[in-house]
């Protein structure tokens, strides 16, 4: 048995693509939602406010020249933070399941001795345990029907 883990390190942000990429999107859409209901209830307490104080508008067209391209690089900053934090997130999950996908495929192959080593940090950290216990349990069966059939 052989338990040692070596750590490891992934260098690319990108494992399973077409999964994060999902999830990056959906996340973006999930921030953009939030940006319009924000911009929606400023809009909708600035118009009971100017109502009530007309003149206060025409100051607020005057300053939203110098106001709203600032307002945009900031926008502009919250999603590309928003798209960072999305990719690194999908990483963490991304990378065992393509680690659990390889050591599916050499199962498959027949060798049981493979086992999965996450990272610190990743999920499914439980369930690499659960899995490794079970490749044991495959590898002693495997051994044992072995020797049977060698007896033979």
Do not use: W
């Amino acid at each position: 048995m052989n338990d040692t883990k070596k750590p490891y390190k992934r260098s690319i942000i990108f494992i399973k693509k077409q999964m994060q990429l999902k999830f990056v999107f959906l996340a973006l859409l999930l921030a953009l939602f939030c940006v319009m209901m924000c911009v929606y209830e400023f809009v909708s307490l600035t118009q009971t406010f100017f109502r009530a104080h007309p003149v206060l508008l025409q100051e607020l067209i005057e300053q939203s020249g110098k106001i709203l391209p600032l307002a945009f690089i900031k926008l502009i900053i919250f999603f590309a933070v928003v798209a960072i934090l999305a990719a690194v997130l999908s990483n963490r999950i991304a990378g065992p399941l393509y680690r659990f996908e390889s050591t599916c495929r050499e199962i498959a192959k027949g060798n049981y001795k493979v086992r999965i080593h996450l990272r610190e940090g990743d999920g499914l950290r439980g369930l690499e345990k659960e899995f490794n216990l079970m490749l044991e349990a495959l590898d002693k069966s495997e051994n044992v029907d072995g020797e049977r059939k060698d007896e033979k």
